[in-house]
């Protein structure tokens, strides 16, 4: 019989525990109902935040300028005098030209956009296929050319390249470098005025103002270094015109 009583107060705690659990279970139940009613009331709108930002253009409109074909080669070499023409380069100081209008099917023509512009150029120095020592954009000794290095050969006056260096310029004669009856313009790194684009008389130096529209066709050509440190057999260089506010 006492085995029966200890049996019936060891039950006792087992219902006093499952009766207190039922609250807890309605407790949770009321939370939810209290969720799910407070998810049914619509939140207040939140209009956000918002700026309009304002740009305005030029008044003589936006200025653009394309250049094709995008890529060329300087493949009709002379030696430093002239001479009979080749397809690689000459060293020393061999001059070698790219497309021109009298000898190409598809000359570099340069096409302002529609607002009258001053036409810039710059290029890069050549750099050699292995990416070691480029040649360095130098500029001749004389008035009109823009900033950059001074060609120094030895016995060049301030003309002719020196080692690891080369001289680059354009020209909007018909044929090319070897027809002297068009402007020359420098190339350095610094951008600066294509006489091409000048609208004065062919030949003549003046500005570098293009109107509209206005389209020109030119030549490149570079005078090769007295010697090249590097050997690689592929140089290249990359020209940009620039399409600048008039009288900058």
């Given at each position: 019989m006492e085995l029966r009583h200890h049996?019936?107060?060891?039950?006792?705690?087992?219902?006093?525990?499952?009766?207190?659990?039922?609250?807890?279970?309605?407790s949770v139940l009321v939370v939810t109902a209290l969720l799910l009613a407070g998810s049914a009331?619509?939140?207040?709108a939140d209009t956000g935040g918002s700026a309009t930002g304002y740009v305005q253009l030029p008044q003589d409109g936006l200025r653009s300028i394309s250049a094709n074909p995008p890529g060329f080669d300087y493949d009709s070499c002379y030696g430093i005098d002239g001479g009979q023409?080749?397809?690689t380069v000459e060293i020393p100081n061999g001059i070698c030209q790219g497309p021109y209008p009298n000898?190409?099917?598809?000359?570099?023509?340069?096409?302002?956009?529609?607002?009258?512009?001053?036409?810039l150029v710059e290029a890069t120095e050549f750099d050699p296929s292995d990416g070691s020592t480029p040649w360095t954009l130098c500029v001749p000794d004389g008035p009109g050319t823009p900033p950059g290095p001074l060609c120094d050969a030895s016995g060049?006056?301030?003309?002719?390249?020196?080692?690891?260096?080369?001289?680059?310029?354009?020209?909007n004669a018909p044929g090319g470098y070897w027809d002297y009856h068009g402007d020359q313009t420098t190339v350095s790194t610094t951008p600066s005025c294509d006489e091409a684009f000048d609208l004065f008389?062919?030949?003549?130096?003046?500005?570098?103002?293009?109107?509209?529209?206005?389209?020109q066709e030119e030549t490149p050509f570079f005078r090769a270094p007295q010697s090249?440190?590097?050997?690689?057999?592929?140089?290249?260089?990359?020209?940009?015109w620039i399409a600048a506010p008039p009288g900058s």
């Amino acid at each position: 019989m006492e085995l029966r009583h200890h049996r019936v107060v060891i039950d006792r705690p087992d219902g006093r525990r499952r009766r207190r659990a039922r609250p807890v279970g309605c407790s949770v139940l009321v939370v939810t109902a209290l969720l799910l009613a407070g998810s049914a009331v619509p939140a207040a709108a939140d209009t956000g935040g918002s700026a309009t930002g304002y740009v305005q253009l030029p008044q003589d409109g936006l200025r653009s300028i394309s250049a094709n074909p995008p890529g060329f080669d300087y493949d009709s070499c002379y030696g430093i005098d002239g001479g009979q023409a080749q397809a690689t380069v000459e060293i020393p100081n061999g001059i070698c030209q790219g497309p021109y209008p009298n000898n190409a099917s598809e000359p570099i023509t340069i096409v302002n956009g529609a607002a009258s512009a001053d036409i810039l150029v710059e290029a890069t120095e050549f750099d050699p296929s292995d990416g070691s020592t480029p040649w360095t954009l130098c500029v001749p000794d004389g008035p009109g050319t823009p900033p950059g290095p001074l060609c120094d050969a030895s016995g060049g006056g301030g003309y002719f390249p020196g080692t690891d260096q080369a001289w680059l310029q354009l020209t909007n004669a018909p044929g090319g470098y070897w027809d002297y009856h068009g402007d020359q313009t420098t190339v350095s790194t610094t951008p600066s005025c294509d006489e091409a684009f000048d609208l004065f008389v062919l030949g003549q130096a003046g500005a570098c103002v293009a109107a509209g529209g206005q389209a020109q066709e030119e030549t490149p050509f570079f005078r090769a270094p007295q010697s090249s440190t590097d050997q690689s057999p592929v140089f290249s260089n990359t020209i940009t015109w620039i399409a600048a506010p008039p009288g900058s």
